[in-house]
């Protein structure tokens, strides 16, 4: 877990986001492991709202270069 001014910041930002009823779209290929990295304060704000989780699936174009 990373105990620094990021966690802060991206809890803060997204209570100001919340809070204005703003739509805040949130990437990872982290999947469970955000909440072991960020904490549960940041997950807990990411997931506590109306959260629709998008899975994509297909080939990665890194890997075929």
Do not use: P
């Amino acid at each position: 877990k990373y105990n620094n001014v990021t966690e802060e910041y991206f809890c803060n930002m997204l209570s100001e986001r919340m809070a204005s009823g703003k739509y805040t779209f949130f990437t990872s290929n982290l999947g469970k492991q955000v909440q072991d990295i960020y904490g549960d304060r940041f997950y807990s704000r990411i997931f506590s709202q109306k959260t629709l989780l998008i899975n994509l699936h297909g080939k990665d174009l890194r890997l075929s270069k």
